[in-house]
């Protein structure tokens, strides 16, 4: 049995099974980061990810640049290691790009 999918709707597919692949590796590393937070300690959060999610509630923080910045940098870092077609399949789901 066999269902015919359309290109985009395998482009698509392929995108977001890539971004969801990045989306678990960008929070696994922020959860290992346990140096520098700004909560101060009592706070009983534990790495970069808990304050991120705690910080976004009820309004962004004053370091919610700096957070911003790191999760950029660092999906960056990951972007450049994927594939051309990994990269291609994502950009194709962005507004930018003309089918």
């Known amino acids: 049995m066999s269902s ?12 977001e099974e890539i971004c969801q692949r990045l989306t678990r590796k960008m929070i696994d590393r922020l959860q290992k980061m346990k140096d520098g937070l700004h909560s101060g300690d009592g706070s009983g959060l534990e790495n970069t990810w808990d304050e991120m999610c705690v910080r976004v509630q009820p309004e962004q923080s004053i370091y919610w640049e700096a957070y911003d910045s790191t999760v950029r940098q660092m999906i960056e870092a990951e972007v450049e ?5 990994e990269r291609e399949a994502i950009w194709l789901q962005t507004p930018e790009s003309v089918f």
């Open 4 to 15: 015919k999918f359309s290109e985009s709707a395998i482009i698509r597919a392929f995108a």
């Open 81 to 85: 290691k994927l594939s051309p077609h």
